[in-house]
C-alpha cells in the first residue's frame, strides 16, 4: 500500500519545475565552496520495487523538457534516484547498513553548509507582505501583517514616526545586520494580473512568488544583495516608483488593448506627484518592456505604438524585448539577457542599511501624502534619530540602555557622563564615580589640597573630551551623506539644528563636571560637589585627618594616636567648648594646650563666619522672577561688616540666555541695577526668521489622518499643513545678549526666502521666491480645508465623487486641489457672481449664471465656470496636464443610453456631448454632419442615438382630462411648434400634458429620422374623465402632428374614474401585445380619486401571465396631499416587477422600474416624459469658500 502514493508524489514534482526556476539567470550559491557540495540524491522509500523508480523519474525529466520546453541543464539529470525501505533508510542514516536488491553497503552522504548562510537563504524563500492600497490610501503594512490597531496609533503621525513604526519582519536583521554593509540592486516585476509577474521574477532570479498575494520578497545572493519586489496589477505602483530599480513590465492582451498612454498613466502620475528635480535619487531605472506572445510580423508596429505612448521625458531609456509564447524555449532565453542588463546596472544603493531607510521614508511619505523631496524627509528623520539618542551617547556612550546596552558604531568609553544640567541627582552621583575611578582618588590627603583638585579637574576635562570627540565622530558619519548631499543643493536645515543642538549640549557636558570648590561646610577641604549644585557644600569626605598626631608623637614617640579627634585630645590639649561655637565653621573643641593661660577658649578653625544669609537676596531677573542665594556670609564674625557675603566666586545666577550659570567674578554683581547676567560662552539665536517671505516650504511637515463626517457618510482622510518658518541661525557672540543685524535663517547671502501668497482653497504658500516674475503663483497643493461643497440642486442631494458622497456644505477637506477635478472629470466650479447685472453674464462664455438660490450664503448670486477660468482666478498655476484641461473645457452633458452604463459588471464608458461646456443648445431637428446625433435638449453625441437602440416598448399614455385639468396653474410649454395650437384649445393643465406629449413625440421621431430608421414604438392614448375614450391604439405610423391632433379637441369634463381607466388600459395592452414590445403605462392625474388594489394587481398579474411585467410611471401635477392612491398605485406595480421572473431574452436594461413623479411645473412635467430622449447630467458639485 505504500506504493500509490509514492508514485503520486513523484508526479508533483514537475508543477515544482514547472512553475519555479530549474536553472534561474540568477544562481544561489551558499556554499562555501563547491567540492564540498554532495550530489543531490532523491531517496524514495518502499517496500517493492526497487528497480523502477530511476527509469520513472529520468522518463518524468524528459516529458516535462518537452512539454515545457523550458532549459534545465544537466541539473536535472544529474540527480541520482534510488530506492529502499524503511529500515535501510534508518540503518543509513545512522551510519551503514546492508541494501536490498542491487545496492550496496554505503555511508549517509550530505553537503556541508555554514549555518549562517543556509538560514539567509532559508528566510529569503518566503515572501514578505510590505505594503497595499486600501480606499485610495498607501497602507504600509508592519511585519507583513495589516492592523487596524496599527492604522490608529499612527494617527496623526508625521513621516518620520511612520519611518519608525515600520518593519519587514525577518528582514530586518539581514538589511540592519546580517548583510548590513553589502550592495543592493532591485528587480521589480509589474503588470496586469495573471500574466506571469510573478513567474518571470521566479526565473529571473530564483525566488519563490506562488501568486499575485504576495508582494515582496527580498533574497542575497553571493557578493551583493538582490531585492524583489513583486507588485499585483500595474495600476497599484501609481505612487511606488523605486530608486535605482529594475523594472520589468509584463503587457498581456496586447491584441485586444493597445492604450498605450493609459498603460504609463501610473508612471506619469509617480514623476509628477513626487517630482524628479527636486528627488534626483528616483526615476534612475532601466525599463525593461516585455511583450508578451508576439509573433514577428507585429514586432515593428507594437514597438512604435509602445514608444509613441510612453510619456516624455519621464521614459528615456526604454529597452523593449519581444519574446514569443510562454511555453517556447526561445521564451527562456530572455532571463540570461535581462541579466546582464542588471550586471551592468549601476549601484547606487551602497548598503543594506541605506537602502533599507530609503524603503522606509518612501512607503511612509506615499502614506502621509508627503510629495517634498526625499533628500530632505530623509535628512530630517536622520536628525530626528540622532537626537533622540545624542542624550545617551553623550551621558552613556551607547544609543541605548534598556533593556540593554546597544553601542554606538564606535567602541564607547567605559565610563558613563550625565548630560542634563537639569538632572541634579545623576549629574552628582556620575561626578562621584568619575571621582573614584580616578587613580589619584586616595592621595587627597597626602598631597595639597589645590594640587588635588586640579589634577581632578583635568581627569574629568580628559574623559570629557574624549566622549565628546568620540559622539562628534559617531556624529559625522551619520550625517556625512546628508552634509554631501546639502552642500551642492543647500544645507538641511534640520542636520544645521542637530549640529546646533549638539555645540549646545558639549557646553552643558562641561559645564556638568566643572567642581565647586569652595571650602567644605565641615572642614578646611573643598567642597568636590558640581558647581550648580545646591544645598550644603561637602567635600565627599568623612572631614577625618587621617595623619598621626604630632603632639602624641612629641612626647610620647611609642604611643603615638590619630591626628586631632581621633587621639585623646584631652591629654595634651585643652579640649572645652570653644567660645565661638556654633558659628560657621567652627570646630567646636579647644585646640590649645591644656591649662592654657590666654583667655578664650579657641579650636583649630581660622575663620568663624558670621553665618547671616548671603547679602545677594530678592534680586529680580530678566523674567521678573526674584533670585536669592542658599548661601551664608563667611566673613569673620570679629570683622565689622555691612554686606553679608557668602565664600562663592562666581555670580550663582542664571545666563540669561541659557541655562548655565553666570560666568561673572563677582558674586555680588547681580546687586547692581544694570547688571546683565551672561554665561561668556556663544549663544544660539532662538528668534524666528525676520526676513519677509516663507523660509523653507514643507510639503507635509504635519501629516494628520482625520475623520470626516457628511451627511451621507463617514471615513478617513489626510489633512496636510505647509506653514513654516525657521530659526534664526546667527550666533549671539560671547558677553551679548543678542546679534548684529536682522533675523535670518541663513547665513548665505543668496539665501531664497518663497512667496507668502496661499491658495485660497487649500492654504499651501507659494514655492516660488519672494518677488517672483511669474504671473501666476505655483505650489504643490494640498487639502481644501478651507472649503465646502456645494451642490447645483436640492440641499439633501448627495453629489458622488470616487466612491464619497458629499452634500451641501460637507467639508472639502478631504479633497485635494490638484486632484479633485481629475476625480470630477469634466466639470463646472461655482463661485460668487461678479457682475453688477446678470445681463453682463451673457456675454462671457467661460461661465453661466445660475438663477438658483443655492448655498452657501443662497441671497448671494452665484455663476458656474469652466475650469479654466477658475484657475485663472485663484492666481495660481493650473496643476492639471494640458490633456486634462483640454477634457475640462468641453460640456459634461452624457448619453444616456444603456450601453454607455456599467451593465454586466463591466465598467462604465460614458459617451459626452462634444461641444465646449456652456455652448448653446442645438436645433435637434437638424442631424449633425458627422457621425453622432443631437438630443432633444441640444447636445451633440458622437455615439448612435440610443432611441434607435433601444428596447421596443407600447407606451399608453392614460391622461386624466376632469374638470380639474382645466386649472391654470400649469400651461402648454412655451417656444414650440405646437405651443399656439395647444394653447388655443386648452391652454391650462390638460394642455401642459398635451405640450409635453407632444414634445416627447416630436424628440422620438427626430431621433429616428437622423438614423434612417422606422419607429417600433407603438402607442396608445386613454382619456378618462368618468367614462373613457381611446383616440389612439397600437399607432407606428403617426407623426407627432398626427398623434395631437385627436386630442385637441377633448376638452376637460366632470367626474374621475381610475378603476375605469385601468381597467381600459388593460384592454389595450391585452389586445395589442406584442412579445416583442414591453408594455409601459404612464398615468397622469391630479389624483383626486381612489381605486382598489385588487384593480392595479389584475393588471399587473395579466401582464406577468403574458409574458412581460408592465411597467407603470404615475405623475402627479395636483397638490400632495391627493397623491396617496397614485403613490400607493406605484407601489403595487413596482412590487410586482420585483417578484416577475425575468425574460432571458431581454437585456437587464429593457424593464424600466415603475415609478411615482410629482410634475412641479410644465417644464418638469415635460422632462418626465422625454426620458431617455433627453441627455444626461451628473449631479454638479464643486468646492466653495
Given at each position: 500500500k505504500r506504493g500509490p502514493p509514492t508514485i503520486v508524489l513523484s508526479t508533483v514534482t514537475p508543477d515544482v519545475w514547472t512553475r519555479f526556476p530549474v536553472l534561474p539567470a540568477v544562481q544561489r550559491e551558499t556554499i562555501t565552496s563547491s567540492t564540498l557540495r554532495s550530489s543531490r540524491t532523491l531517496v524514495f522509500i518502499t517496500d517493492r520495487d526497487y528497480q523502477q523508480y530511476a527509469p520513472h523519474f529520468a522518463d518524468m525529466i524528459s516529458a516535462f523538457e518537452r512539454a515545457t520546453k523550458k532549459p534545465t541543464g544537466d541539473?536535472?539529470?544529474?540527480?541520482?534516484?534510488?530506492?529502499?525501505?524503511?529500515?535501510?533508510?534508518?540503518?543509513?542514516?545512522?551510519?551503514?547498513?546492508e541494501r536490498q536488491g542491487s545496492t550496496r553497503s554505503r555511508g549517509w552522504n550530505i553537503s556541508a553548509y555554514r549555518a549562517g548562510e543556509w538560514l539567509v537563504e532559508f528566510l529569503c524563500l518566503i515572501p514578505i507582505h510590505i505594503a497595499l492600497a486600501k480606499d485610495n490610501r498607501f497602507v504600509p503594512l508592519k511585519d507583513g501583517v495589516y492592523s487596524p490597531d496599527l492604522e490608529r496609533s499612527l494617527l496623526g503621525a508625521d513621516v518620520n514616526r511612520i519611518v519608525n513604526s515600520l518593519s519587514f519582519g525577518w528582514y530586518e536583521s539581514l538589511f540592519q545586520s546580517y548583510m548590513a554593509s553589502k550592495a543592493v540592486k532591485v528587480v521589480s516585476s509589474m503588470g496586469e494580473q495573471s500574466v506571469g509577474k510573478s513567474f518571470a521574477l521566479n526565473h529571473l532570479v530564483d525566488t519563490s512568488f506562488a501568486g499575485s498575494a504576495m508582494r515582496t520578497t527580498e533574497g542575497v545572493w553571493m557578493d551583493a544583495l538582490i531585492v524583489a519586489l513583486d507588485f499585483e496589477g500595474v495600476h497599484s505602483i501609481e505612487r511606488s516608483a523605486q530608486e535605482d530599480t529594475l523594472l520589468v513590465l509584463f503587457r498581456n492582451n496586447f491584441a485586444l488593448s493597445r492604450d498605450i498612454t493609459g498603460l504609463f498613466q501610473s508612471f506619469q502620475s509617480s514623476s509628477t506627484v513626487l517630482d524628479p528635480k527636486a528627488n534626483p535619487s528616483l526615476f534612475q531605472s532601466t525599463l525593461v518592456i516585455i511583450i508578451k506572445d508576439v509573433v514577428d510580423s507585429d514586432k515593428t508596429e507594437i514597438a512604435r505604438d509602445f514608444m509613441l505612448g510612453m510619456v516624455q521625458p519621464f521614459v528615456t531609456r526604454p529597452r523593449i524585448s519581444h519574446r514569443p509564447v510562454i511555453e517556447s524555449k526561445e521564451f527562456y532565453t530572455l532571463f540570461p539577457a535581462v541579466k546582464r542588463q542588471l550586471d551592468r546596472q549601476v549601484v547606487t544603493h551602497q548598503s543594506a542599511g541605506e537602502f533599507l531607510h530609503l524603503m522606509k521614508t518612501l512607503m511612509a511619505k506615499l502614506k502621509a501624502n508627503d510629495w517634498g523631496a526625499m533628500s530632505q524627509t530623509m535628512a530630517s528623520h536622520r536628525a530626528q534619530l540622532i537626537s533622540m539618542l545624542l542624550a545617551n551617547a553623550l551621558a552613556y556612550g551607547y544609543a541605548e540602555i534598556d533593556p540593554e546596552h546597544e553601542p554606538l558604531k564606535i567602541h564607547p568609553h567605559q565610563l558613563f557622563i550625565g548630560g542634563g544640567s537639569d538632572q541634579a541627582v545623576p549629574r552628582e552621583r556620575m561626578l562621584t564615580v568619575l571621582r573614584t575611578a580616578w587613580e589619584g582618588h586616595a592621595t587627597r590627603q597626602y598631597t595639597t589640597e589645590d594640587e588635588w583638585i586640579a589634577g581632578l579637574t583635568q581627569h574629568l576635562e580628559k574623559i570629557v573630551e574624549s566622549r565628546i570627540a568620540h559622539v562628534r565622530e559617531w556624529l559625522d558619519q551619520n550625517l556625512s551623506r546628508f552634509q554631501a548631499a546639502g552642500s551642492g543643493g543647500g544645507s538641511h536645515a534640520s542636520i544645521d539644528e542637530l549640529r546646533r543642538h549638539f555645540e549646545s549640549s558639549i557646553v552643558d557636558l562641561k559645564g556638568n563636571v566643572q567642581l565647586c570648590g569652595m571650602t567644605c561646610d565641615e572642614c578646611q577641604l573643598r567642597c568636590v560637589r558640581s558647581r550648580a549644585h545646591k544645598g550644603a557644600h561637602d567635600c565627599q569626605s568623612d572631614h577625618l585627618c587621617i595623619h598621626e598626631c604630632d603632639f602624641c608623637l612629641a612626647l610620647q614617640p611609642k604611643e603615638h594616636g590619630a591626628c586631632m579627634m581621633r587621639c585623646v585630645t584631652n591629654q595634651h590639649l585643652c579640649g572645652k567648648r570653644c567660645k565661638f561655637s556654633g558659628r560657621h565653621g567652627c570646630q567646636d573643641v579647644c585646640t590649645k594646650v591644656i591649662d592654657h593661660i590666654d583667655e578664650g577658649h579657641l579650636c583649630a578653625a581660622p575663620v568663624h563666619a558670621c553665618?547671616?544669609?548671603?547679602?545677594?537676596?530678592?534680586?529680580?531677573?530678566?523674567?521678573?522672577?526674584?533670585?536669592?542665594?542658599?548661601?551664608?556670609?563667611?566673613?569673620?564674625?570679629?570683622?565689622?561688616?555691612?554686606?553679608?557675603?557668602?565664600?562663592?566666586?562666581?555670580?550663582?545666577?542664571?545666563?540669561?540666555?541659557?541655562?548655565?550659570?553666570?560666568a561673572d567674578q563677582d558674586h555680588m554683581h547681580g546687586l547692581h541695577s544694570d547688571a546683565i547676567h551672561l554665561c561668556g560662552q556663544e549663544h544660539l539665536c532662538t528668534a524666528i526668521c525676520a526676513a519677509p517671505g516663507i523660509c523653507e516650504i514643507e510639503t507635509a511637515p504635519h501629516s494628520i489622518e482625520a475623520t470626516f463626517t457628511g451627511r451621507n457618510e463617514t471615513f478617513e482622510y489626510t489633512k496636510v499643513c505647509v506653514a513654516k518658518r525657521l530659526k534664526c541661525t546667527k550666533p549671539i557672540p560671547p558677553g551679548a545678549t543678542m546679534h548684529g543685524g536682522s533675523h535670518n535663517h541663513s547665513t548665505d547671502k543668496n539665501v531664497v526666502h518663497f512667496c507668502k501668497t496661499k491658495c485660497?482653497?487649500?492654504?499651501?504658500?507659494?514655492?516660488?521666491?519672494?518677488?517672483?516674475?511669474?504671473?501666476?503663483?505655483?505650489?504643490?497643493?494640498?487639502?481644501?480645508?478651507?472649503?465646502?461643497?456645494?451642490?447645483?440642486?436640492?440641499?439633501?442631494?448627495?453629489?458622488?465623487?470616487?466612491?464619497?458622497?458629499?452634500?451641501?456644505?460637507?467639508?472639502?477637506?478631504?479633497?485635494?486641489?490638484?486632484?479633485?477635478?481629475?476625480a470630477m472629470g469634466r466639470h463646472v466650479h461655482i463661485d460668487y457672481c461678479r457682475a453688477d447685472y446678470e445681463a453682463e453674464c451673457t456675454s462671457n462664455e467661460e461661465l453661466q449664471h445660475l438663477t438658483r438660490r443655492i448655498q452657501p450664503d443662497p441671497d448671494r448670486p452665484k455663476d458656474l465656470l469652466t475650469h479654466n477660468l477658475f484657475w485663472k482666478r485663484s492666481g495660481f498655476k493650473d496643476p492639471y496636464s494640458r490633456e486634462e484641461q483640454v477634457n475640462f473645457e468641453k460640456c459634461d452633458a452624457m448619453c444616456g443610453g444603456p450601453e454607455h452604463t456599467a451593465a454586466g459588471g463591466g465598467a462604465a464608458i460614458p459617451s459626452y456631448c462634444v461641444l465646449p461646456l456652456f455652448h448653446a443648445p442645438l436645433d435637434p431637428n437638424t442631424a449633425p454632419a458627422r457621425v453622432g446625433y443631437v438630443s432633444s435638449d441640444g447636445h451633440q453625441f458622437a455615439c448612435r442615438n440610443p432611441v434607435v437602440m433601444q428596447q421596443a416598448y407600447h407606451v399608453i399614455f392614460v391622461a386624466d382630462h376632469s374638470s380639474s385639468m382645466s386649472a391654470t396653474d400649469r400651461r402648454p410649454l412655451p417656444n414650440t411648434p405646437a405651443t399656439a395650437r395647444i394653447s388655443a384649445k386648452s391652454n391650462n393643465r390638460y394642455g401642459a400634458v398635451l405640450s409635453s406629449l407632444h414634445t416627447f413625440w416630436a424628440a422620438r421621431a427626430v431621433a429616428i429620422a437622423s438614423s434612417n430608421a422606422a419607429r417600433r414604438d407603438a402607442?396608445?392614448?386613454?382619456?378618462?374623465?368618468?367614462?373613457?375614450?381611446?383616440?389612439?391604439?397600437?399607432?407606428?405610423?403617426?407623426?407627432?402632428?398626427?398623434?395631437?391632433?385627436?386630442?385637441?379637441?377633448?376638452?376637460?369634463?366632470?367626474?374621475?374614474?381610475?378603476?375605469?381607466?385601468?381597467?381600459?388600459?388593460?384592454?389595450?395592452?391585452?389586445?395589442?401585445?406584442?412579445?416583442?414590445?414591453?408594455?409601459?403605462i404612464i398615468f397622469l392625474s391630479d389624483g383626486e380619486c381612489s381605486i382598489g388594489d385588487d384593480v392595479m394587481q389584475d393588471l399587473c398579474r395579466t401582464a406577468i401571465r403574458l409574458g412581460k411585467a408592465v411597467s407603470f410611471h404615475a405623475v402627479?401635477?395636483?397638490?400632495?396631499?391627493?397623491?396617496?392612491?397614485?403613490?400607493?398605485?406605484?407601489?403595487?406595480?413596482?412590487?410586482?416587477?420585483?417578484?416577475?421572473?425575468?425574460?432571458?431574452?431581454?437585456?437587464?436594461?429593457?424593464?424600466?422600474?415603475?415609478?411615482?413623479?410629482?410634475?412641479?411645473?410644465?417644464?418638469?412635467?415635460?422632462?418626465?416624459?422625454?426620458?431617455?430622449?433627453?441627455?444626461?447630467?451628473?449631479?454638479?458639485?464643486?468646492?466653495?469658500?
Open positions: 541539473v536535472l539529470k544529474s540527480i541520482k534516484v534510488t530506492a529502499a525501505s524503511f529500515d535501510i533508510f534508518v540503518a543509513e542514516l545512522c551510519g551503514g547498513g553665618g547671616k544669609p548671603c547679602g545677594l537676596s530678592d534680586v529680580q531677573l530678566v523674567d521678573g522672577s526674584l533670585h536669592s542665594c542658599p548661601g551664608t556670609c563667611r566673613i569673620s564674625s570679629d570683622v565689622d561688616h555691612v554686606l553679608h557675603q557668602c565664600d562663592a566666586r562666581f555670580c550663582s545666577i542664571q545666563c540669561q540666555l541659557c541655562k548655565r550659570l553666570c485660497e482653497n487649500c492654504g499651501y504658500f507659494c514655492t516660488l521666491p519672494l518677488g517672483h516674475p511669474q504671473q501666476e503663483h505655483e505650489t504643490r497643493h494640498g487639502s481644501m480645508s478651507r472649503t465646502r461643497w456645494t451642490v447645483d440642486g436640492p440641499d439633501d442631494v448627495p453629489f458622488e465623487i470616487e466612491g464619497r458622497k458629499f452634500s451641501t456644505n460637507d467639508e472639502g477637506a478631504p479633497m485635494m486641489c490638484n486632484l479633485v477635478c481629475s402607442y396608445s392614448v386613454v382619456l378618462f374623465d368618468r367614462g373613457v375614450t381611446t383616440p389612439i391604439v397600437n399607432d407606428f405610423a403617426s407623426t407627432p402632428d398626427q398623434l395631437l391632433r385627436p386630442l385637441l379637441g377633448a376638452g376637460t369634463h366632470h367626474g374621475t374614474n381610475f378603476t375605469l381607466a385601468i381597467q381600459q388600459a388593460q384592454v389595450v395592452m391585452e389586445q395589442s401585445w406584442s412579445t416583442e414590445r414591453f408594455p409601459v402627479s401635477f395636483g397638490p400632495a396631499a391627493s397623491s396617496r392612491n397614485l403613490r400607493r398605485m406605484a407601489k403595487i406595480a413596482r412590487d410586482a416587477q420585483k417578484n416577475a421572473p425575468r425574460d432571458p431574452l431581454a437585456p437587464a436594461t429593457a424593464a424600466i422600474p415603475s415609478s411615482y413623479t410629482e410634475a412641479l411645473d410644465t417644464v418638469q412635467l415635460a422632462q418626465t416624459f422625454l426620458g431617455i430622449a433627453e441627455s444626461l447630467r451628473k449631479p454638479r458639485g464643486a468646492l466653495m469658500r
